[in-house]
């Protein structure tokens, strides 16, 4: 199996799943854009799809090869179409009509090409030395080729309008990200499909689809990054997910492709390797998220020296839905690296060990006077006395959201520093505040 072969099916499913994933995302008063993004999709799935069934077709299965040949210019009158309305059709009415007048026209004339296809070619040859369709080089041809430069031309001063009329830079970044991707897939379109064939060469004609395969990524991508549509969907993530996935496999597939070649001097390695590989590789993609959520614990646990305050919050809101105050204080003492985190709530102490306190010194602590500002509270004798015989440094209030304290939170020595920085003060309060509002919350 070649290369060209696999990257070809492989970009066809990833532009299939970047439009259903823009389709599903959309909110209802923007999914007739986002359909008409699918249906561009739907165009470039199918043309690669068929250039690369009529670059691979066996002389067995020679029978397909006329559908094929006829996917491959009537699917480029679909992407155009999905495309052109994609950007023109929030414009009101003059994008309404040109996107109507577009689709129109392009159905009559797919329906023309498909009743008159002899116009188009003459023949086509399978065999195991290539296969090869014989281009008529002749007005029909000419037509076809001036009717998408057309279409690719509409759509390049629509992205210009766009560009110039966005009222944000995000917006105007985003269409000039698109603009850029579409001229360089519409250049090698326009070289290796329209122009090669014309001459006689049949074989080169892989680029244009593969690079129109990847500018339908590239999009998807322009429309997350530069919020061009709102998308909210719970499946969106997942799709979000596979497409990232898979382009990391096609990356993965190309390097393996050139040192396998320039190490063994096999020019097609077979089938099975090629699938042996992708399904390793997808394996260890899928285990990513696993072997970063051990890698950020271990390192968590590990690094005494400072705070991991991102790897800290994520799983505070994790446990959000269901708050054990003992395991909260045990999570605390492990990642904020203390020797003992408590939490002191309506007279009970919650922690993440034993801690020999009275129940007169547990009074003691609950009247501590409220800090003048900050949340970190000032010790009187007894609680003094009994702080540094257990090993605790500090104590400090829980507030709600209203400034009202509920509780207090007791922290022993710290692990790593014997004193902390400003900078460690300042996060540490930020959790602190993090972790009151979270216990607050399911009170």
Request: with cysteine.
């Amino acid at each position: 199996m070649q290369l060209t072969t696999i990257l070809l099916i492989a970009v066809a499913v990833l532009a299939m799943l970047s439009g259903w994933a823009v389709f599903i995302g959309a909110r209802k008063s923007e999914k007739i854009k986002a359909g008409l993004f699918l249906l561009a999709t739907i165009g470039a799935c199918l043309w690669t799809a068929a250039i690369a069934t009529v670059l691979s077709l066996k002389p067995e299965h020679e029978g397909f090869a006329p559908i094929a040949i006829l996917g491959i210019y009537l699917a480029p009158l679909l992407m155009d179409a999905g495309l052109i309305g994609f950007v023109l059709w929030d414009k009101r009415y003059l994008g309404k009509i040109i996107t109507g007048l577009v689709i129109l026209a392009n159905i009559a004339y797919g329906v023309f090409i498909t009743l008159n296809q002899s116009l188009i070619y003459s023949g086509y040859t399978i065999s195991e030395r290539g296969n090869h369709v014989a281009v008529i080089n002749d007005w029909m041809y000419y037509v076809y080729g001036a009717v998408i430069a057309f279409e690719t031309t509409i759509m390049l001063v629509a992205l210009l309008y766009q560009i110039i009329k966005a009222r944000s830079k995000n917006i105007r970044y985003g269409y000039l990200f698109i603009l850029i991707t579409v001229s360089i897939a519409g250049i090698l379109s326009l070289i290796f499909d329209i122009i090669l064939p014309a001459l006689g060469n049949y074989k080169d004609i892989w680029p244009g689809p593969l690079g129109m395969g990847v500018t339908v990524i590239a999009i998807y991508y322009a429309i997350l990054r530069y919020r061009l549509m709102h998308l909210a969907s719970s499946w969106l993530k997942i799709l979000s997910y596979i497409i990232l996935i898979s382009s990391a496999s096609i990356i993965y597939m190309v390097i393996f492709f050139i040192i396998f070649t320039a190490l063994f001097k096999i020019p097609n390695p077979s089938a099975s390797i090629f699938i042996l590989n992708f399904i390793m590789i997808v394996i260890v993609l899928l285990l990513m998220p696993v072997l970063n959520e051990v890698t950020a614990f271990i390192n968590s646990l590990i690094s005494t020296g400072q705070i991991d305050l991102a790897y800290i919050v994520k799983k505070l809101n994790h446990m959000a839905t269901n708050v054990n105050l003992n395991e909260l204080a045990d999570f605390l003492a492990d990642h904020l690296h203390f020797s003992y985190v408590g939490f002191l709530i309506d007279g009970r102490l919650y922690g993440s060990g034993p801690l020999a306190l009275s129940s007169g010194e547990i009074r003691e602590i609950s009247k501590l006077k409220r800090p003048e500002k900050g949340i970190w509270q000032e010790f009187n004798e007894p609680v003094a006395d009994a702080f540094k015989r257990l090993d605790i440094n500090a104590v400090a209030e829980l507030q709600n959201a209203k400034g009202k304290k509920f509780g207090q939170i007791i922290v022993g020595k710290p692990q790593g520093k014997m004193t902390f920085e400003r900078r460690d003060l300042i996060q540490l309060e930020m959790i602190i505040n993090l972790v009151a509002a979270l216990i607050d919350t399911k009170a």
